[in-house]
């Protein structure tokens, strides 16, 4: 594939690409909507990517070609602004504004864009987008960026020009993972542990349910569940409780006082997420994944009920996950509403889970989703290709 794409590049752009840089999808493990609230992650890379080829222009001018769409962007790198409708090309824009507002003025590229995460399944295909292509400009550019200001970077751009509130998981992990491993970061110091995922030695795979559905409501609801968790938050500092990582389900019970319903629930959610991830960080460290697949099933009802992100076809996954003999754990990955969710299997009844789940959905007449295995990958790499065109596999 990468000959044809290197081929496509050539024939665009009438010279070979000086770059080459991937960067990975994830699934989240759990500790779901708790990046912005400075909480615990645990995710992983998974074994998709976004690619791109690049090289550099001199004329200010920043050409991309998405081989998926068949697609053409292209923009100045001078005065950008942020967009009024979002496309694929913002995140790449993103990219130029945030470099810029760093006082780092960049030269244009020449691009071309392939990848293999379904796109808007909460599997985070603009993150690794950003991702890939930032890490290919600083190699390209050679800009010294670290990997963790890269995703700081990457970020701010989807947050603050793109528009959508997002934590720093996503991009985090799209730079930062290792193979075979999950990755528990803190939020707020942003210290982090890679921990391997010994599922396979243990009969167990990880599957992905994509469930089909748009995430049309996503990206206003979001915000608004961002916006409810600081307020209620702002509850609790009032009583010196700094962070939700202080709390725990007692101390929120005991400060509720007029509270909101809504706001409690939210606040609930992510305190008691928090506790969860630590727990399955410990569980994965002694390959207890009894005690991760309950984990996960606790995170979804409290991602049904308190956190209010969930769908019914979300919801199908957990109640069948639940019934299944063989599925140790499952719940919605990602911010919600649609998109994706991951199981825990055990390898012997993967197939018949997957058909059974997929026979489910159509009586329940739910939009047909997919469900397929996930490995997991390797953060970011990119590489300088010149003299090694030919050996690129
Ligand atoms: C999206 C965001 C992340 C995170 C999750 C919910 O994937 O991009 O930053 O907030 O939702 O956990």
């Given at each position: 594939?990468k ?10 752009y009438?010279h ?9 999808g994830?699934?989240?493990i ?6 912005y609230n400075?909480?615990?992650v645990?995710?992983?890379a ?13 004329d200010g001018?920043?050409?991309l070609?998405a081989?998926n769409f ?5 923009f100045m790198t001078?005065n950008i602004?942020p967009p009024?409708?979002r496309s694929?090309?913002d995140y ?9 507002q760093e006082?780092m ?6 691009c ?6 379904p796109i808007e399944?909460g599997l ?5 987008l950003e991702?890939?292509?930032l ?5 390209l ?6 990997k963790?200001?890269?995703?700081k970077?990457?970020?701010?751009a ?7 509130q997002?934590g720093?998981?996503d991009?985090f ?5 290792r193979n ?6 803190d ?6 542990h890679?921990?391997p995922?010994r599922?396979?030695?243990k009969?167990?795979s990880?599957?992905?349910y994509e469930?089909g559905?748009?995430r ?5 609801e979001?915000n608004?569940?961002r916006?409810?968790?600081?307020m209620a938050?702002?509850y609790?500092q009032?009583y010196?409780i700094r ?15 007029d ?6 629930k ?12 630590l727990?399955?960080?410990?569980a994965?460290?002694i ?15 409290s ?9 019914p076809?979300?919801?199908l996954l ?8 063989g599925?140790?754990?499952a719940?919605?990955t990602?911010?919600?509403?649609g998109g ?6 055990r ?11 997929i026979?489910?959905a ?5 939009p ?5 295995n996930?490995?997991?990958g390797e953060?970011?790499?990119a590489?300088k ?6 050996n690129l596999?």
């Amino acid at each position: 594939m990468k000959h044809v794409l290197l081929e496509t590049f050539k024939q665009k752009y009438n010279h070979f690409p000086e770059v080459y840089s991937a960067a990975p999808g994830r699934i989240n493990i759990i500790g779901e909507h708790t990046d912005y609230n400075k909480g615990y992650v645990l995710p992983a890379a998974i074994h998709l990517k976004n690619n791109c080829f690049l090289s550099r222009r001199d004329d200010g001018q920043v050409l991309l070609w998405a081989e998926n769409f068949q697609e053409i962007g292209s923009f100045m790198t001078q005065n950008i602004s942020p967009p009024k409708k979002r496309s694929w090309v913002d995140y790449i824009k993103g990219i130029y504004w945030c470099l810029g507002q760093e006082g780092m003025h960049v030269p244009g590229l020449n691009c071309l864009i392939y990848g293999n995460i379904p796109i808007e399944s909460g599997l985070s295909s603009s993150a690794a987008l950003e991702a890939s292509v930032l890490n290919g400009m600083n190699t390209l550019f050679d800009l010294g960026l670290s990997k963790v200001e890269m995703a700081k970077l990457a970020q701010r751009a989807e947050s603050n020009f793109v528009g959508v509130q997002c934590g720093l998981m996503d991009q985090f992990v799209s730079f930062c993972a290792r193979n075979n491993s999950a990755l528990f970061l803190d939020c707020e110091t942003l210290q982090f542990h890679h921990v391997p995922l010994r599922l396979s030695k243990k009969g167990l795979s990880i599957l992905v349910y994509e469930t089909g559905v748009r995430r049309e409501l996503a990206f206003s609801e979001y915000n608004k569940r961002r916006k409810e968790s600081e307020m209620a938050l702002r509850y609790l500092q009032k009583y010196r409780i700094r962070s939700y990582k202080e709390a725990n389900p007692e101390i929120l019970k005991e400060h509720r006082k007029d509270m909101e319903e809504n706001l409690y629930k939210r606040a609930r959610h992510v305190i008691t997420e928090n506790e969860r991830v630590l727990k399955a960080f410990q569980a994965l460290k002694i390959d207890d994944f009894d005690t991760l697949g309950d984990l996960l099933f606790q995170s979804h009802r409290s991602l049904r009920d308190d956190y209010a992100v969930s769908c019914p076809e979300l919801d199908l996954l957990y109640e069948f996950g639940m019934n299944f003999p063989g599925c140790l754990g499952a719940r919605l990955t990602g911010a919600g509403f649609g998109g994706s969710g991951i199981a825990i299997i055990r390898k012997e009844v993967m197939k018949r889970f997957s058909e059974e789940i997929i026979q489910e959905a159509i009586n329940k007449k739910l939009p047909m989703p997919k469900v397929y295995n996930v490995r997991a990958g390797e953060g970011a790499r990119a590489l300088k290709l010149k003299g090694k065109i030919e050996n690129l596999s």
